[in-house]
Antibody, heavy 120, light 109 residues
Framework: QVQLVQSGAEVKKPGASVKVSCKAS????????ISWVRQAPGQGLEWMGW????????NYAQKLQGRVTMTTDTSTSTAYMELRSLRSDDTAVYYC?????????????WGQGTLVTVSS | SYVLTQPPSVSVAPGKTARITCGGN??????VHWYQQKPGQAPVLVIY???DRPSGIPERFSGSNSGNTATLTISRVEAGDEADYYC????????????FGGGTKLTVL
């Protein structure tokens, strides 16, 4: 069965960086991409970006350009999301989700989420 | 950027039908997907391509999309359906390729 297992919770100070991992299993990793979605406390879902596990192509939400980097390691079927220059409003649960980058793409499997807390 | 508008809350008695709307400019021309999120859990896809159900999702969940409104319909509502529901579309002209609605809290009375 398809599973996405994310790394554990993180606490960071403002200005620091965080790197969250998402290990995939149960499917051919390079046949899909991975989207990252975050959810601030009590708020809705926000798409952050997408990476192709096939060739590493990325597309990021405009507001995060320059602060976010998404990568994959096909040898371990793991996707990574690094967010830099953290601010308090980056405090959120971060999810990875399997997806295809197209108008028909859905987020059919999700990781369990990783809580990132930014606090001085 | 493209905006999806959902009512913040919908309440329904058990056994009745709940309808959750998602408004957007000419949304009928887009594919709409719906996610269910229970407290402390990751979202789950319940409807894709406007009206298709993933395997394992009860037939009580259905969707439609026309004009400026997409609708998620839950028939014979159960207590276990209480959750937040989000609609989603793709909009390449937006600063976010994938756009989510603000979410609707479904309360089962």
């Amino acid at each position: 069965q398809v599973q996405l297992v994310q790394s554990g919770a993180e606490v960071k100070k403002p200005g620091a960086s965080v790197k969250v991992s998402c290990k995939a299993s149960g499917y051919t990793f390079t046949s899909y991409g991975i989207s990252w979605v975050r959810q601030a406390p009590g708020q809705g879902l926000e798409w952050m970006g997408w990476i192709s596990a096939y060739n590493g192509n990325t597309n990021y939400a405009q507001k995060l350009q320059g602060r976010v980097t998404m990568t994959t390691d096909t040898s371990t079927s793991t996707a990574y999301m690094e967010l830099r220059s953290l601010r308090s409003d980056d405090t959120a649960v971060y999810y990875c989700a399997r997806s295809i980058f197209s108008p028909d793409g859905t987020f059919d499997y999700w990781g369990q989420g990783t809580l990132v807390t930014v606090s001085s | 950027s493209y905006v999806l508008t959902q009512p913040p809350s919908v309440s329904v008695a058990p056994g009745k039908t709940a309808r959750i709307t998602c408004g957007g400019n000419n949304i009928g021309s887009k594919s709409v997907h719906w996610y269910q999120q229970k407290p402390g859990q990751a979202p789950v896809l319940v409807i894709y391509y406007d009206s298709d159900r993933p395997s394992g999702i009860p037939e009580r969940f259905s969707g439609s999309n026309s004009g400026n409104t997409a609708t998620l319909t839950i028939s014979r509502v159960e207590a276990g359906d209480e959750a937040d529901y989000y609609c989603q579309v793709w909009d390449s002209s937006s600063d976010h390729y994938w756009v989510f609605g603000g979410g609707t809290k479904l309360t089962v009375l």
